[in-house]
């Protein structure tokens, strides 16, 4: 079988390696599609800190390769492969609760740019034939995106900031929407905040010195009721949800940043604003799913730039410089 690996930067080496070994508990994946973005690009330009050697590719899905799986996932099920993996207790030392509480294929650990992997059914969920792969493939964003805004507490009506107009930030804004909330997409791109539009989105802001009195204008001068932070699109400063939340709200910061994150808090501690924190979607993915199936998010705007996975390395290579890097255009990798 076919094995891509990052064995430093700008490395990307494809081998032939034996069929993995038959392992108890786990099932045998063939991987048919990878989604490809901004992390993987910068894993593999060496900006984004990992141990080389490392397989690459975060979001995948595939088809169970073997019977024995169990009716759930018969022999040739569609499947998504779960990016997150939780870290057990070693049961040996005392816990540093600032450790990570998750494994992430593709960063922390090996990922999925290769034929075939072994899986335990706990870490894989069955896909329903109204959800083609490259759909399935932005359901951890789905999932991040609920779980946003779930740790916000937004109620019908209220205005809510959004600051970053990326992928995350355009489901975020939809999710809200179909929450009867009324999501206000802030950007320092004003091509991001145009696309948005077509996505649903009706009220964009650019991320300017007349940010705050553009939101003021659309909420009656009260400043939003929650904002979010997503730090993965980039450009906007980390203060600036604290600058357009009202008093007393609530801000949700999320990102996995490979490289720390730097806030100033005292401004949100002047507003009692309370923070809170989403690394992931874990736990989301049924409910991203049900979501999907009644669409409540809208991925049709964006364009699929699938490339087959003997290109991966330019596609890694160019995407930096890519002028739709982070807007209406999403990657998929084919290892079929």
């Known amino acids: 079988m076919k094995v891509w690996k990052l064995t430093g930067a700008k490395k990307l080496v494809c081998s032939e390696e034996p ?4 392992e108890d508990g786990k099932v045998r994946v063939r991987v048919t599609k990878v989604l490809v973005n901004s992390l993987d690009a910068d894993l593999y330009d060496g900006t984004a800190p990992c141990k080389y050697p490392l ?11 073997e019977d024995g799986a169990g009716a759930y996932l018969p022999r040739g099920a569609r499947v ?12 040996t030392s005392k816990r ?35 959800v083609s792969d490259e759909r399935a493939l932005l359901l951890h964003h789905v999932a991040i995106a609920k779980a946003i805004c779930d740790a916000l507490e937004s109620k019908k009506g209220q205005h809510i900031v959004v600051v970053g107009a990326n992928l995350v930030g355009i489901l975020v804004c939809q999710l809200l929407i179909y929450q009867q909330a ?3 997409l802030v950007d320092t791109m004003q091509h991001h905040l145009d696309f948005a539009k077509k996505c649903g989105v009706y009220y964009t802001v650019l991320a300017d010195n007349k940010a705050l009195e553009n939101v003021a204008s659309i909420t009656g001068g009260r400043l939003a009721d ?9 450009g906007n400063a980390p203060e600036l949800p604290f600058r357009l939340a009202a008093r007393n709200s609530n801000v949700v910061i999320y990102g996995q940043p490979a490289g720390g994150l730097k806030v100033r808090l005292d401004l949100a501690i002047r507003k009692h604003l309370a923070i809170y924190c989403v690394e992931n979607g ?8 049900n979501l999907m199936a009644n669409k409540a998010v809208d991925i049709s705007p964006y364009k699929a730039n699938v490339v087959k996975a003997a290109k991966a390395a330019s ?15 999403v990657n998929f990798l084919d290892l079929m």
């Open 19 to 22: 069929l993995p070994e038959h």
């Open 55 to 65: 397989i690459p590719g975060r979001y995948a899905v595939g088809v169970i390769a």
């Open 80 to 91: 998504l492969l779960h990016t997150f993996r939780p870290i057990a207790p070693n049961g």
């Open 96 to 130: 540093d609760f600032a450790s990570p509480e998750f494994e992430i294929c593709g960063l922390t650990r090996d990922g999925f740019m290769t034929d075939f992997v072994n899986v335990s059914p706990d870490f894989l969920t069955a896909l329903p034939p109204s």
């Open 182 to 184: 009324a999501p206000i």
């Open 226 to 234: 929650g904002a979010v932070y997503v730090s993965s699109a980039i």
């Open 282 to 289: 874990f736990g989301y993915l049924d409910t991203a799913i």
């Open 315 to 329: 596609l890694f290579h160019d995407y930096p410089s890519r002028a739709d890097r982070g807007s209406d255009i």
